[in-house]
């Protein structure tokens, strides 16, 4: 059974960095996509950064570009969200998760596991 579990999320200044991670079990990272997404209120979930399962390479939506950084751990069976730079607007829950097929992995459509989120408040 595939299980994604978010943690590390709080409130932070802007300006300042903040690391999530995401335990994985039931699944291979190599045989997935992964994904990081997040949701603020009255907005629709949005693609951050992912790694494609089709080329292994990261891909980041322009609003996170060069702030944030996705990252595997495949001992741990962890994957990361690294922030930087946080601005008021990146207040939202943040969700990961892992889609067997991979059509575009910044897409949340095709995901088919989710971990439960976890909140992400920066304080301007």
């Known amino acids: 059974e595939v299980q994604l579990q978010a943690s590390g999320g709080g409130l932070v200044q802007a300006g300042g960095s903040m690391r999530l991670s995401c335990a994985a079990s039931?699944?291979?990272?190599?045989?997935?996509?992964i994904g990081w997404f997040r949701q603020a209120p009255g907005k629709k979930r949005e693609g951050l950064a992912c790694i494609s399962k089709n080329d292994g390479r990261p891909y980041y939506a322009p609003a996170v570009k060069g702030r944030f950084t996705i990252s595997i751990n495949n001992a741990k069976n962890t994957m990361f969200l690294q922030m930087n730079s946080l601005k008021a607007e990146d207040t939202a829950i943040y969700y990961c998760?892992?889609?067997?097929?991979?059509?575009?992995?910044?897409?949340?459509?095709?995901?088919?596991?989710w971990g439960q989120g976890t909140q992400v408040t920066v304080s301007s």
């Open positions: 039931g699944f291979i990272f190599d045989d997935y996509a």
């Open positions: 998760a892992a889609a067997y097929e991979d059509y575009g992995c910044l897409s949340d459509f095709e995901y088919e596991y």
